[in-house]
């Protein structure tokens, strides 16, 4: 059975070795399995406390995608042939150990670097978000279509996505708009790009570096992912996303969520791929959409540590009472693209309970 991440080192010059994370499920676009966030977790865990590694490249197989989001069918089948009890702790271990795996990688004490050379939603987003260098490519495609789904931009996403400029990170959520490298780089998410046909020498350009020079060796990797970045120029697309911002920041003003819904209805947008994300929006659950507003306004305030706690919570909740379930029959399971989203719920007093951890204390908090 092939291992679905598979571990390599690439031997520097001084003796040391680059550790090589690859994605290696190319058939399911690298979607991250439990079993491959363990596989993860351990690999970096063990890499950061061996001397002889120095950095750490994070990387996907297959020329479509990095990672496309998380195996989520699980969820849907685990429903229907599992107790409540039985779904709850298989939600719990799933999404706290994806969790504890994206707080490790923004935590990360030696030099991480991640490409997201293709294809990079929701969980692919929450593993590249955290890296030290996060390098795009030409074919870079993002996006958190969490919304279409019945859960809400989680992986961190409550953190970073109410840290990018204006309001396009409202946006992104409550439309899972995409968004191309270009745009990554501009919102805050991406800090390099590179050629993605240079993709295959990067473990050996890493290896050339002076790895027992003095001083930060963040420096080095720095100065190399910029030429490379220079020399990509002119192969990048142009964004689609920033181009729009001021147009975005007057659809999303004010600071109710119906208020911006109702303005999104009457708005007459030219510009099809606003267009295109408004009716994403107007087809996403409203539990979802309830869920992102709230917690784009709250985040901006808190540590990401406590982001992710809650986020532990709210995505457990909407497993076992909200739509999640649901989203994945219509789009992954049945593949009919006609959710049975609960109906809108007035005022806001009901996502307390989506706040409260079931049973027990939240192992996150």
């Known amino acids: 059975m092939t291992d679905p991440v598979r571990l390599a080192t690439h031997p520097t010059a001084d003796g040391h070795l680059i550790g090589i994370l690859t994605l290696d499920s190319p058939a399911s676009l690298n979607a991250l399995s439990l079993e491959m966030i363990q596989r993860l977790q351990g690999a970096l865990t063990a890499w950061e406390q061996d001397p002889a590694i120095v950095c750490v490249l994070l990387q996907g197989a297959g020329e479509k995608a990095f990672c496309a989001g998380g195996d989520i069918r699980s969820f849907y089948y685990r429903r229907q042939e599992e107790s409540e009890q039985a779904l709850f702790a298989y939600a719990r271990d799933f999404f706290e150990q994806e969790y504890r795996l994206d707080h490790h990688i923004h935590t990360y004490t030696k030099p991480l670097v991640c490409v ?53 990170g409202l946006w992104l959520g409550l439309t899972g708009a995409r968004f191309n490298g270009v745009d990554a780089l501009g919102l805050g998410l991406a800090d390099h790009a590179m050629a993605s046909r240079e993709r295959a020498e990067l473990p050996a350009r890493l290896a050339a570096l002076d790895w027992a020079a003095q001083g930060d060796p963040r420096e080095q990797i720095d100065r190399l992912l910029g030429g490379l970045h220079a020399v990509a120029r002119e192969q990048l697309p142009a964004p689609v996303i920033l181009p729009h911002q001021a147009k975005i920041h007057a659809l999303l003003a004010g600071r109710s969520l119906q208020g911006v819904l109702d303005r999104l209805d009457r708005s007459d947008l030219d510009e099809p791929d606003l267009a295109r994300a408004r009716d994403t ?24 540590a406590e982001v992710f706690a809650d986020e532990l919570a709210l995505s457990v909740n909407c497993v076992l009472k909200g739509d999640f379930v649901e989203g994945v029959r219509a789009l992954l399971i049945d593949k009919d693209k006609s959710p049975r989203w609960q109906p809108p719920r007035p005022g806001t007093e009901w996502l307390e309970d989506f706040y409260r951890w079931p049973e027990g204390t939240n192992p996150l908090a």
Do not use: H
């Open 281 to 304: 929006c107007r087809a996403g659950s409203p539990i979802s959409r309830a869920i992102l507003w709230r917690q784009y306004w709250t985040a901006r305030r808190q540590s990401l």
């Open 116 to 168: 997201a050379d293709g294809i990079c939603m929701g969980g692919g987003i929450g593993l590249f978000a955290g890296a030290d260098f996060r390098v795009v490519t030409e074919k870079s495609l993002f996006a958190m279509p969490e919304v279409t789904i019945g859960l809400y931009p989680d992986v961190g996403a409550s953190w970073f996505l109410s840290r990018m400029p204006g309001r396009l």
